[in-house]
């Protein structure tokens, strides 16, 4: 068997400019922590036998994870769409809406629709390519949403949609 995998589809290139923010926040972070991740791997090579560093070889590694990281920002940051407007029609569901959801059993839970580079699901984003949100786009309050999830199809009624944080 090979170890071809073919490659992921493109995810979505919007971003809300909160989630924006915080992502270019932490390329400027990186750079700031790489500097004395650099001076300390420079002395660690000093020492001597890279071999057995442990030292040198610890920081070759998070160099390694801070530069990769710092890479995949500076190619995704420019290809990004930042959503500032809210969409004229506020009874559909669209990209940035706060969707209160009900199941079968009464229980309700709040998603937010985000970009795939902001994701968090315990602040409750869900990404806009997910099959949850792909299934609320364009819905409206009290709109039946069914939903194919790995225990099987939900049944959800759309009960609130906004597109302000808070209650």
Known sequence: ??????????????????GYTVLDDELKTLWKRRQPVVQAL???????????NAEYIYRKKELREIDSRIRYLQKRL????VVHDTPKDQGHIFFGAWVTLEDEGGTEVTYRIVGADETDAQQGFISIDS?????????????????????????L????????AGP
């Open 78 to 81: 420019p290809d990004l769409t």
């Open 131 to 155: 099959p949850m949100a792909r299934a609320l786009f364009k819905k409206a309050v009290d709109d039946e949403v069914r939903v194919q999830t790995p225990e099987g199809e939900r049944c």
């Open 157 to 164: 009624l759309v009960c609130n949609i906004r597109y302000t």
């Open 42 to 52: 420079s002395a660690a090579a000093a020492e001597g036998d890279r071999s057995e």
């Open 1 to 18: 068997m090979s170890r071809y995998r073919p490659p992921q589809p493109k995810s979505s290139p919007y971003i809300t400019p909160a």
